[in-house]
């Protein structure tokens, strides 16, 4: 937070801190108790593989309080705080989270994420570091915006168009 700028920042004591810290990873638990085996099943019935389950709708639920997190940041004039959080969660999800789950059991790598999903994932990642250096005073532009969510509508249409999955 920008110094000056925590007038809008409620004061919470270390207990209550706590005590929400601990109810939010509850409810995480909970939730990913019953999206796992929700999604599973949803994509049995609609005949669409895990993998392009898992990549859309998946991703989608737990990125939403990435993207809440960022209106938020955004409407209370910390637009910053948007994309460290973003890169910050990509960062950890391709080390610890994947590093800690193949520690505890090998994770299966379906044929279509060498062909498809990383290859977009690539494509991704190079647009979001060209906009880096384009963006020299700080700022993302809307058709960089529209550009982004442009390219992963195509991601998400190839899939479910194509059934770009793996193995049920």
Not at 58 to 80: D, F, N, Q, Y
Not at 107 to 133: E, G, Q, T, V
Not at 137 to 158: C, E, K, M, N, T
Request: hydrophobic share 55%.
């Amino acid at each position: 937070v920008a110094p000056g700028k925590t007038g809008d920042l409620q004061s919470f004591s270390l207990l209550k801190s706590w005590v929400m810290i601990v109810g939010g990873l509850a409810l995480v638990i909970a939730g990913a108790r019953i999206l796992i085996p929700c999604a599973t099943e949803t994509a049995f019935r609609i005949g669409v593989p895990n993998d392009v389950i898992a990549a859309t709708m998946v991703a989608l639920g737990t990125s939403l309080p990435e993207l809440m997190t960022a209106i938020s940041a955004v409407r209370k004039g910390h637009p910053e705080l948007t994309v460290g959080n973003i890169v910050g969660a990509d960062v950890l999800n391709c080390l610890f989270v994947i590093g800690a789950s193949a520690a505890v059991r090998p994770l299966a790598i379906p044929d279509n994420f060498f062909y498809f999903h990383f290859p977009a994932m690539l494509l991704i990642l190079y647009s979001f570091r060209l906009f880096i250096f384009m963006n020299r005073d700080g700022f993302f532009r809307r058709w960089q915006g529209a550009w982004l969510l442009s390219v992963y509508l195509v991601y998400v249409i190839l899939q479910y168009s194509f059934n770009l999955g793996g193995a049920h």
